[in-house]
């Protein structure tokens, strides 16, 4: 399945050229591919096997809550999408248009579109306007409320310059749409999925998040106000990884969403949106991968633990591999995900090959383990190799998994406080974006556009998020721009 | 979520207007609704879930052989999709084609597409030219083969003619696609997932199916030869569930999908492609429901069961709601799906709106239950009661569950074998077809496409399958149309 001519490419080490690094980790990894389609990608058997573990995750948690799946058509009619003023500002330049339904051939026999629509038709970039023209049929009272509807679909939004998972042409994703009777409701929706996320990127992808609100120049076009997750990639920059967005009645009023409340009244419902796409897997490879390959974090691997066989000419191929399926069934038994390699070939190539495709941890096996009822465990994270009896080794595996899991996310704790810089004033800002990796900087905006975008002007860092205010008593300072008091602490960073 | 305003709307008679009763049966069962967008439906949480268990079961019978998920863009440059000729004129006249990637407004404002594409994108009514070319690029030796690779995704065929489930402009399926370096193993790939397709129809859709080959007329466009799997709907006609296409070197060759054999020989491979769509759900609906509404298999029920408390002035609410729990925790720890109905309103009401629904099999708990430890079973396909005691109600709702299953089955196999005629002469033939229910008619037939047509022509039925040749000794007869010598023994029938 991998081009073979290209498997003995070598990894550009990430200090020297971070972009062919990212590169060069998804083609040894065999994570996606270019496709002959202008900025949309195949995503490979690997790299989808990772978007699957991501859906079942999340896919639970969102039950959990009551959110129910459906599905909405992929186009929208250009009218529907022009409805909201903001929203149809946003993704006017950058949506893929269909403007026929057949292929005719013209007078020399050459196939040509035909069939011309009525009304053009928009590929989905997002569907709020498709999905809340149905909210107004379905919602008539307050019995009917919330609504809390999601699909998994895909989306095209046609960007210029485009790399795998981050940014793409088309792509798959999540989007949940909810409808309520209070904005008091719809509000804690918004944080309530945000929430949800958060711990996800923890507690699976062992990525440490920034939480915050976008400012007015970042929200999502249509949106009363958006709060996103941010994390630090190896090289500083920030990576937007999944946003909640308050609708508020922006759409509910132009769409016609209204129920008849316990008083008798008819009422706009309040609305919220929320996405995560496979541009995570992106920041899953960012974050964790060093110059051998990828790194995965066990919770969120397809394959957990690879085996591999020591061939060796004192012992029967077959007899190895016996022994090395006994210990793939007792994995399997404890729920680990497992993989045998019963390929021919040094050990040295296979150990080598898997550490390219990120295999949390390696189980070796050969004569002189056989022979001391032992095995030997291969940490991918940190290269540590341990020879453990075979008596009690699933405690061990699973322990050990535990134990990278956890520490890759101390690592990339460490990392991103490490390049997290307090600044006060404007030469600290602009100085922590003169160095190649910056990282973020932390400091006060007084919420003025003006200094936003001088900012981004001079550094072309941006406002990542404002810190949600913790403290009862409001935390004030000074702009770190202007210098007038302000209240929003801001994470400012180059982004992806 | 209901349109509320409809939910009394009455099921009519499938006796009476048989089109019509399917409308209302999804209308009912909240499976589905029409969209804004022409010919495009929008699968509701109900219908969805449905769609999603199918998805669970079949993705882990491909796995089991060695199948892997993958994603491919949705996209296809309009000259690769003209490369295989057959497959270019099957599909022209009805894909939807994207020839813009913006929107911008014209001299009075008005937004128009904009940003024309120097080549038209078709949106990807089926994927095996975009696939083939990115397998033209991973394959390159013997070891690199079988390929199997398998996506679920969206599909748009601009039909004309539309009705949920059956037919739309936009579906939902899965797509198959196989690379073999033989002959053999390809013919064998494409019987080898037939044979999924029918143990998941009869295991759990509890769907008879009849299975052939489709006839040069029928077959895929681009296929050697197409396998399919048809079954037979209340009113006699046929319904295409699932299909297999053995497709030989027909894409391999215009998309160079070469390989060095071990006999050092550079050649072409040999390629399946199969599929099975959200039209199946059309399937369950049309094969097990009644005028009361619709109904569901319990494997694969969204809600296997539903708990009806029956208030009652003698007993709390909230006494009630705890024994109907404790019954909802030892199902679920079982492994059943189960949903408790705490809605306030009359029994009879409530059994009404979960009949209509299609859950299985009905749980009432009253106070006459609970004074005599037992509770009361309703199964939804019978409409049998039986009061089981509480002791081991689990036990015995399994039973059931197992029964409603089998006695589905046998149902519908007994439902089409009745309505499945031989002929052995044309008179017979046209007879079958005079009723309005017709069914299937099955007899011999020469292979002549004259034949073929001439039936179709007479009494709009096609042939559905020519069946596949158990025995050793060819079954010989004579052709219904021509009466000259045939071996094709053949389903005829009027097909959705």
Redesign the interface.
Known sequence: ?????KQVKKITPKEEDYSQWYLDIIENADLA?N???RG??????SG??I??NIQGILDKEFKKIGI???????????S???REAEH?KGF?????????????ADSKGK???G?KLSE????RPTSET?IY??YS?????F??LP?K?NQW??V?R?ELRTRPFLRTA?F?WQEGHTAHATKKEADEMTFEILNIYEKFFKNYLAIPVVKGKKSEQEKFAGAVYTITIEAMMQDGKALQLATSHMLGQNFSKPFKVRFTDKDGKLKYVWQTSWGLSTRVIGALIMVHSDNKGLILPPKIAPFQVVIVPIWDKKISRQELIEKASQIKAKLRQAKISVCLDEQEGRPGEKFYQWERKGVPLRIEIGIKDIKGKRITLARRDTGEKKSVPLRDFVKEVKATLNDIQENLYQKAVNYSSQLTHEVSNYSQLKSVFENKRAGFALGFWCGDKKCELKVKKDTLATIRCVLFNKKKNKDIGKCVVCQKPAEKKVIFAKAY
């Open positions: 399945m991998e081009d073979k001519e591919d496709s002959p389609v949309c990608m195949v995503i490979k058997p989808y096997a978007w699957e129910k799946n459906a599905y909405f058509p992929i186009f929208i009619p250009q529907f999408f022009q149809i006017a330049k950058e949506c893929a248009v269909v403007t026929h339904h057949r292929l005719v196939l040509i579109p069939g053009p038709l928009v590929v498709i023209s149905m049929k379905w919602i008539r009272s019995r009917d609504v509807l679909a895909n095209v046609w088309e798959l």
